[in-house]
Nanobody, 129 residues
Framework: QVQLVESGGGLVHPGGSLRLSCVVS????????VGWFRQAPGKEREGVSC????????FYADSVKGRFTISRDKAMTTLYLQMNDLEPEDSAVYYC??????????????????????WGQGTQVTVSS
């Protein structure tokens, strides 16, 4: 049974940092392109950062480049998103996702239909003073 479970969200001041984790079961990242998405109230879900299967080519949305880093563990069962220099605009529910149908990180982040992936339940990130 495929399962993705996110953790690590919370309340942080502007300029602060958080690290999100996504533990998966039922599969490993060897054959899945994976990514982090977020959805703020009243806005569409957007791709934040994605990583291709295999060698792990990464993609970042322009809004997070230089501040966020996506990574995975050697066991290929945990996905991370290190978020530094957080801004109020980063406040959202963050979801991890995995798809076997898309092979490139950029396509996953920019063009994937939600039904093409497995999703976690999300973790809330709030950036506020």
């Amino acid at each position: 049974q495929v399962q993705l479970v996110e953790s690590g969200g919370g309340l942080v001041h502007p300029g602060g940092s958080l690290r999100l984790s996504c533990v998966v079961s039922g599969f490993t990242f060897d054959y899945y392109t994976v990514g982090w998405f977020r959805q703020a109230p009243g806005k569409e879900r957007e791709g934040v950062s994605c990583m291709s299967k295999g060698v792990g080519v990464t993609f970042y949305a322009d809004s997070v480049k230089g501040r966020f880093t996506i990574s995975r563990d050697k066991a290929m069962t945990t996905l991370y998103l290190q978020m530094n220099d957080l801004e109020p605009e980063d406040s959202a529910v963050y979801y991890c996702a995995a798809t076997a149908l898309i092979t490139t990180a950029q396509k996953m982040c920019l063009n994937m239909s939600p039904g093409s992936a497995f999703w976690g339940q999300g973790t809330q990130v709030t950036v506020s003073s």
